[in-house]
């Protein structure tokens, strides 16, 4: 059973760009969310897509967009960055979207903006 | 509006004794509540979760006790290990996990 896999684990993009980010969800799994995770804060939801619609969005802004393909895998999509969107973002996929303590986590992306 | 907070950002215990880490909530509509741990360079994992029907889960040295009329929820670590050295984040569960700002447990040899 292969877990949740991220990619890149590391970027750094100057403010004004794009970014995708990528997630691979665990086998079997069907919903994937995504979290931003400021320095020495919690994560904060961002939003999640239970096949390929999404189903709930966190206090994020539109330029925060994001993708589910029909294997389940996801993309985060970032425009116009802005230096405050610098943080650890982390994919979780589930089998469905209340998911009683069945989110697992990938490793993140770190993204820093200059 | 912090939904979840964790008014502690560190901890510190040593080996053997017992560590407790504390987790206040606003919203009574929330009716699961998590633990997850986080190791630096990895994501968050889930540890032990209680339902609101209950006040205290138990799984080997980890104990989650609530407090529904207080809004409180606590994590207990019994005996304390090294490898316990990791962030704390308690977490409501609706659809969506709301986190706390996390406790960066240090347990000390």
């Known amino acids: ?114 | 509006d912090q939904q979840v907070k964790q008014n502690s950002p560190s901890l510190s215990v040593q080996e053997g004794r017992i560590s407790i880490l504390n987790c206040d909530y606003t919203n009574s509509m929330f009716d699961y509540f998590l633990w997850y741990k986080k190791y630096p360079a990895e994501g968050p994992t889930f540890l032990i979760s209680i339902s609101s029907i209950k006040d205290k889960n138990e799984d080997g040295r980890f104990t989650v006790f609530l407090n529904k009329s207080a809004k409180h929820l606590s994590l207990h670590i019994v005996p304390s290990q090294p490898g316990d050295s990791a962030v704390y984040f308690c977490a409501l569960q609706g659809g969506k996990l709301i986190f706390g700002q996390g406790t960066e447990l240090s347990v000390k040899p």
């Open chain 1, 1 to 114: 059973e292969t877990g949740v896999t991220q990619s890149p684990t590391h970027l750094i993009k100057t403010r004004g760009q794009q970014v995708t980010l990528r997630c691979s969800s665990q086998s079997g799994h069907n919903t994937v969310s995504w979290y931003q995770q400021a320095l020495g804060q919690g994560p904060q939801f961002i939003f999640q897509y239970y096949r390929e619609e999404e189903n709930g969005r966190g206090n994020f802004p539109p330029r925060f967009s994001g993708l589910q393909f029909p294997n389940y895998s996801s993309e985060l999509n970032v425009n116009a960055l802005e230096l405050d969107d610098s943080a650890l973002y982390l994919c979780a996929s589930s089998l469905g979207s209340d998911s009683r303590g069945g989110y697992t986590f990938g490793s993140g992306t770190r993204l820093t903006v200059v």
